[in-house]
């Protein structure tokens, strides 16, 4: 029987892996988080009623799925792309997902927006080092 023998530096193969989907998500944390913020100050007097509880639920549902999507997204091209090379290049690695993985759990069951905002940083920087580890220049765009 003949034998082949593969090796890969990740777990799936090159080419896909993307902050694309983390990008995404966390826009969505931080539109969720907006509408909210905006929710609660242009409907204090009428809060209890069913429609705005309705709503409101269902902003912090979507807000809650989105964030764990973007820490779900953000892990894996943390433990899976990332290699110990890439932390020799840029030392702060392991500390730059660290913070945008609890930045993604502050998002889940706050309602702020400074974290949110924050959140959108952190994915961006994190853009920038992963499009960077692959010789590449892609610029950040926003869907929103």
């Not at 029987?1 to 593969?6: K, S, V, W």
């Not at 964030?67 to 110990?84: I, R, S």
């Not at 702060?92 to 993604?104: N, R």
Request: with cysteine; aromatic share 8%; net charge negative.
């Amino acid at each position: 029987m003949n034998r082949i023998e593969a090796s890969a530096h990740c777990d799936g193969p090159c080419g896909v892996y993307d902050p694309a989907s983390a990008r995404v998500a966390a826009e969505a944390v931080q539109s969720m988080t907006k509408k909210m913020l905006t929710l609660a100050e242009n409907h204090s007097a009428d809060s209890g009623s069913a429609t705005y509880i309705n709503t409101m639920s269902r902003y912090a549902a979507i807000k809650e799925e989105e964030a764990q999507k973007c820490k779900k997204e953000l892990l894996v091209l943390w433990t899976d792309f990332f290699k110990p090379v890439h932390v020799e290049s840029q030392p702060d690695l392991h500390d730059i997902f660290w913070q945008a993985a609890k930045l993604c759990s502050a998002c889940k069951v706050e309602v702020s927006a400074q974290h949110a905002q924050e959140l959108m940083d952190a994915v961006e920087k994190i853009h920038h080092l992963f499009w960077s580890a692959k010789g590449r220049e892609v610029p950040w765009v926003r869907a929103s």
